[in-house]
């Protein structure tokens, strides 16, 4: 279907529940809307591994200190649990910011994998952010998907066989690489991602670079370089914005006080972490109190 026609039904999809400035999760499993109607300032943002289409506007993410933008029939994948920022660049009430996002599955990307590419190696490690053209593929797959909201009887039916096929077009797609080196057993990606889940497990306790990296297989070095080179970011300022990102969620919501949720996320001094607070979220924790502000992938 023409994309216009994509554009105007997730429009009125967007309109007639009422969506907020949080993505809102649709009747097919994994897919969710997001819409925007205006531009807004840089926030921080925690994305899960998540494939996202969009159909209107144009929004930025950062990977470290490097700025990725996409815009109308651009897509973005992102392959693992990314503490970032973000920010909608172009949106209006006319013409809203407007996306599709697609959670990754990454037991499908090992079941395509096997075999489409069953003996293809990759190199080394790339970003775990990407950006590029959406396929023509791809936009038809998801319309497909997202129609799937309205045909309830279909949707248990039909949506894992189209999931599968968005996620065969994104292997195949420029910025599949990330996908097929986390994928990969053994890659130096794939190792980056284990230590990553175990600091994201682990995020309140004291880690070591050095436990990491030996649970990753590698020399401390390399795992520096291979860390920053997937995420952005070191192993520590990892962990320092999952603390930081859950932290405010404990506060907003759970209504947690300050010093309170600075020792759950592990902090020792709650003087410090105020400091790295508003230094981070450009606030005191204080202001958030209460505010329901929760830290959510879109």
Same mark, same amino acid.
Request: proline residues 5%; glycine residues 6%; hydrophobic residues 45%.
């Given at each position: 279907?023409?994309?216009?026609?994509?554009?105007?039904?997730?429009?009125?999809?967007?309109?007639?529940?009422?969506?907020?400035?949080?993505?809102?999760?649709?009747?097919?499993?994994?897919?969710?809307?997001?819409?925007?109607?205006?531009?807004?300032?840089?926030?921080?943002?925690?994305?899960?591994?998540?494939?996202?289409?969009?159909?209107?506007?144009?929004?930025?993410?950062?990977?470290?200190?490097?700025?990725?933008?996409?815009?109308?029939?651009?897509?973005?994948?992102?392959?693992?649990?990314?503490?970032?920022?973000?920010?909608?660049?172009?949106?209006?009430?006319?013409?809203?910011?407007?996306?599709?996002?697609?959670?990754?599955?990454?037991?499908?990307?090992?079941?395509?994998?096997?075999?489409?590419?069953?003996?293809?190696?990759?190199?080394?490690?790339?970003?775990?952010?990407?950006?590029?053209?959406?396929?023509?593929?791809?936009?038809?797959?998801?319309?497909?998907?997202?129609?799937?909201?309205?045909?309830?009887?279909?949707?248990?039916?039909?949506?894992?066989?189209?999931?599968?096929?968005?996620?065969?077009?994104?292997?195949?797609?420029?910025?599949?690489?990330?996908?097929? !080196?986390?994928?990969? /057993?053994?890659?130096? &990606?794939? @190792?980056?991602?284990? #230590?990553? %889940? $175990?600091?994201?497990? =682990?995020? *309140?306790?004291?880690?070591?670079?050095?436990?990491?990296?030996?649970?990753?297989?590698?020399?401390?070095?390399?795992?520096?370089?291979?860390?920053?080179?997937?995420?952005?970011?070191?192993?520590?300022?990892? !962990?320092?914005?999952? /603390?930081?990102?859950? &932290?405010? @969620?404990?506060?907003? #919501?759970? %209504? $947690?006080?300050?010093? =309170?949720? *600075?020792?759950?996320?592990?902090?020792?001094?709650?003087?410090?972490?105020?400091?790295?607070?508003?230094?981070?979220?450009?606030?005191?924790?204080?202001?958030?109190?209460?505010?329901?502000?929760?830290?959510?992938?879109?």
């Amino acid at each position: 279907m023409p994309i216009e026609d994509l554009v105007r039904d997730v429009q009125n999809y967007g309109h007639r529940r009422r969506i907020g400035e949080d993505p809102l999760a649709t009747e097919v499993a994994g897919l969710s809307v997001a819409m925007r109607h205006r531009a807004t300032d840089i926030y921080p943002v925690l994305y899960q591994p998540i494939f996202c289409l969009v159909l209107q506007g144009v929004k930025q993410t950062w990977l470290g200190d490097q700025a990725v933008d996409f815009g109308p029939q651009q897509s973005l994948v992102v392959g693992l649990d990314l503490p970032t920022h973000a920010r909608v660049l172009k949106a209006d009430a006319s013409r809203p910011y407007i996306a599709l996002a697609l959670e990754v599955d990454m037991a499908l990307v090992h079941e395509l994998l096997s075999e489409i590419e069953p003996h293809r190696r990759v190199g080394q490690p790339s970003g775990a952010i990407g950006a590029t053209e959406a396929d023509a593929e791809v936009v038809d797959a998801m319309g497909r998907l997202f129609h799937l909201t309205g045909k309830p009887d279909a949707a248990p039916v039909l949506s894992p066989l189209i999931r599968k096929e968005v996620h065969f077009w994104l292997l195949k797609a420029r910025h599949g690489q990330i996908l097929r !080196q986390l994928a990969e /057993r053994d890659s130096h &990606a794939s @190792r980056i991602a284990l #230590a990553a %889940r $175990l600091i994201r497990r =682990s995020y *309140a306790s004291s880690l070591s670079v050095e436990d990491l990296a030996g649970e990753a297989g590698m020399s401390v070095s390399a795992f520096h370089a291979n860390f920053k080179a997937v995420t952005g970011s070191t192993p520590l300022n990892y !962990q320092k914005q999952l /603390r930081l990102m859950e &932290a405010r @969620r404990l506060i907003a #919501a759970e %209504r $947690l006080s300050v010093a =309170s949720a *600075a020792f759950q996320v592990g902090y020792e001094s709650a003087s410090q972490f105020s400091r790295e607070y508003s230094r981070y979220f450009g606030h005191s924790p204080r202001q958030d109190m209460g505010a329901g502000v929760l830290s959510v992938a879109d």
